[in-house]
Nanobody
Framework: QMQPVESGGRLVPPGGSLRISCAPSGGTFSRSVVGWFRQAPGKEREFVAAISWSGDSDNYADSVLGRFTITRDNAKDWVYLWMNSLRPEDTGVYYC?????????????????????WGQGTQVTVSS
């Protein structure tokens, strides 16, 4: 069973930038829509961004629109989240996962976050 593996999270000052990465372990992202999610302490996991297999379509939560960019390299089977103008409220554990296009690419993202096996995530902390 495919399990995502996230990496690249670290401590970043407010206003800073960071790129985090996601790769599939035990499987592939081939032909899949991939999304990024995050979970802050004491809060539920929330949708952040998603990208189609071709990369032609993407979707963002309002809270990150204009600051974050999701990309993918299908040759390497990696998905990335480029984060700019980071804010303390962006702090959390970031996860990636695959899901149906009808959910991940719908305006506002999925109404319910209930996908396959989750990885360990990568911690992003925005603080001075």
């Amino acid at each position: 069973q495919m399990q995502p593996v996230e990496s690249g999270g670290r401590l970043v000052p407010p206003g800073g930038s960071l790129r985090i990465s996601c790769a599939p372990s035990g499987g592939t992202f081939s032909r899949s829509v991939v999304g990024w999610f995050r979970q802050a302490p004491g809060k539920e996991r929330e949708f952040v961004a998603a990208i189609s297999w071709s990369g032609d379509s993407d979707n963002y939560a309002d809270s990150v629109l204009g600051r974050f960019t999701i990309t993918r390299d299908n040759a390497k089977d990696w998905v990335y989240l480029w984060m700019n103008s980071l804010r303390p409220e962006d702090t959390g554990v970031y996860y990636c996962n695959v899901g149906p296009a009808s959910s991940l690419l719908s305006p506002g993202g999925p109404s319910k976050i209930d996908f396959g096996s989750w990885g360990q995530g990568t911690q992003v902390t925005v603080s001075s």
